[in-house]
Structures are given as C-alpha cells and as structure tokens.
C-alpha cells in the first residue's frame, strides 16, 4: 500500500481498515465469521478455507504487484533519462531543430558539456580545437547548476580530431544525433505509461485496501483458533477460561508480566519453572523463552504502533465461554493434534 500511494504515504493508515473499521476497533469487537467459516466445519476445514482465501488473495496480489511494478519501473527509466545531470541526461527535450545544421553532407553539429569554470576558456579556444570549425557556430542550449550546454558546426571530417582535443580541456562531447520521429516515440512513450499508470492505481489501490481487510480478518480468525486450541491442550476439558485482549504500555510490560505470573503460576509448574530460572545455560537461554503459565499469543499491528497481548487463562472464579468457543468445544472432545492444524 506504501509503495502504491508513494507521495501520498500519510493516508496508508486511514486505507487500512478491517470490515470499514480500525484495526483496533475490529480486534477488540471481534466475532466469529460464521458465513465466512462455518462452525459445522471441522477445524482442518475451516483451516483450508482460510488458506485457500489468503492464498488466492497472495496469487492475486504477485500478479498485480508485477504489472504495477514493470509499468512503474517502465516509466521511471524514461523519466530519469530526462533528469540529472547534463552529461548523463536525455537531451532531446531540451535541443530544438534549429539549434542543428542537418541534412548536410560535409557538415555536423555536436553537442558539448562545459563546466562553467571552463567556460571563458571554450569561447577562446573552441575554434581552434580542430581544423574546419565553423566560426560563431557555438551557443549555450541550456545550463545546469556545473556545466552549459553549447553547440558546436564543424566540418565531419574534423569530428575525431575536435574529440579528442576537447578532452584534453575537459569538453565532454555528447554522442547525440537529431532524430524527430525518435524523440516523438520517446514522448508518447511516456505519455502512455503516465497514463496507464493513472489508470491502474485507483482499482490497485481500491483491491489492496479490500483484500488487506480480508486477509486482516483471516488472520485474527486463525489467532482466535489458535489460543483456543493451546487452551484446551493445556487446561483440558471441559472448557473454562475467559479469552482477553490486554495492550500494555512499554514501560509497564515488565510489571504487567508480573502480576500475570503471580496470578497464574500455580496452573502450570514447568512454566514457573521456566520463568523462575536464573541460570543461563550457552545456547538454551531458557530464562528467555516466551512460554507462561496463561496461553499467550502476540499481535503485532505495527503500521498502527501498538501491539495487542492476547491471553487465555483458566477462569476459576467467573467461567465465560464466548458463543464461538461452543462450537469448537463440540469438535474437541479428545486432544487435537497440533500437526493437523498447519495453519494454526
């Protein structure tokens, strides 16, 4: 979406939307999509559905991306051409017919950089450079902010002397050659690729924000099965936890592992194990490794800069089973296996 908006970077945000809501807004009241996914499905099922849908949407979006991408890059070359400095630009925009001796069989016009520093010096001696110069032939065509750009009449047999002699005072002569039909072509090429390009980015930037909300709600959808599942390995059946969205602050994600720790250690003694170890061991680094007494999964939104912490715990006192969790619980009367869930 970046890359697609380009100037207009600043409205990246407001195109990222879930179902026309926020991101945060969207987690926070999220609902199972029972048209979407069907809760009558198994769990491998509703898996290959969300995998065949973002699946399609990244085919989808490869396929567009290139063709974008190669009209763009298109586009880019001939624009370059036509910018920095004069001795690598493109000079067809800048030279007009008169500025040429054509058609002629002994004469030819050259183009010719000249630093300013140097120009007094080109003025003095230009002539000179080679035999059969033609006098007062030389004008400024145009400047940049080091170099002038001059023509130069001369004789087409003198042409490799007047070269090399320029070389020596720092003339760069630029190979260019008149050609009115070239330099047309060269313009409609642009002028259709400007065009074609005009033409792509509203639908490109209306199916990214669309499918960006598809494969947004695909995602939180495989998080929700996701700390479903890990809870009931963990905790077993029958289902009783209560599955929250916590967004700490920075400074305070220190403390708010803390009290999580304290409040829950007792539901599983490898975890406090874990957490309570103070040796590190070269190459294990247990102490580090995100696994607590509570299912946690994080979810990082960082075009938005803010992460969400989504926790299952075991609810002793106030069990509460969102209506999605039901249906699941019918599919899991014995342990799933994790290798079964790809996706998940």
């Known amino acids: 979406m970046a890359d697609v908006l380009e100037d207009s970077k600043d409205k990246v945000q407001e195109n990222l939307l879930a179902n026309g809501v926020d991101l945060v807004t969207y987690i926070t009241r999220f609902q199972w999509d029972m048209a979407k996914y069907p809760i009558k499905q198994s ?7 969300i995998a065949k849908g973002v699946n399609q949407i990244d ?49 030819v016009t050259l183009l010719v950089i000249v630093p300013k520093l140097n120009y007094n010096d080109w003025v003095k001696q230009y002539e000179t450079l080679a035999e059969m110069v033609v006098p007062r032939s030389s004008n400024v065509l145009f400047e940049d902010q080091d170099s002038y750009l ?39 090429e642009m002028n259709r690729l400007s065009t074609d390009k005009k033409k792509q980015f509203g639908p490109l930037v209306r199916w990214l924000k669309v499918n960006f909300s598809e494969a947004f709600i695909a995602w939180i ?32 994600m220190k403390k708010l592992r803390e009290v999580l720790y304290d409040l829950y250690k007792h539901l599983d003694s490898s975890a406090a194990a874990i957490i309570d170890a103070t040796m590190d061991i070269p190459g294990l680094n247990l102490s580090q490794q995100e696994y607590y007494p509570y299912v946690y999964y994080k979810i990082d939104c960082n075009l938005l800069e803010f992460k969400l912490l989504k926790c299952a715990q075991v609810e002793e006192v106030f ?26």
């Open 43 to 49: 769990l491998k099922n509703i898996s290959e559905i």
């Open 59 to 107: 085919n989808d979006l490869k396929a567009r991306a290139s063709a974008y991408n190669s009209l763009k890059g298109n586009l880019q070359n001939l624009e370059r051409k036509n910018a920095g400095s004069l001795l690598t630009r493109s000079l067809a925009d800048i030279v007009k017919k008169e500025d040429f001796v054509l058609d002629s069989e002994y004469l």
């Open 150 to 188: 001059c023509n130069v009449t001369l004789f087409r047999k003198a042409v490799d002397d007047f070269k090399h002699k320029a070389r020596e005072y720092k003339f760069m002569v630029r190979d260019f050659q008149y050609n009115e039909e070239e330099m047309k072509a060269d313009k409609e």
């Open 221 to 252: 959808h495989v998080k929700a099965l996701r700390v479903f599942v890990e809870s009931v390995l963990r905790y077993g059946l029958p289902v009783n936890f209560q599955a929250m969205l916590l967004q700490p602050n920075k400074k305070t």
């Open 319 to 344: 069990p509460f089973i969102p209506q999605f969790f039901h249906w699941l619980l019918l599919l899991l009367h014995t342990r799933v296996i994790i290798s079964d869930l790809s996706l998940l």
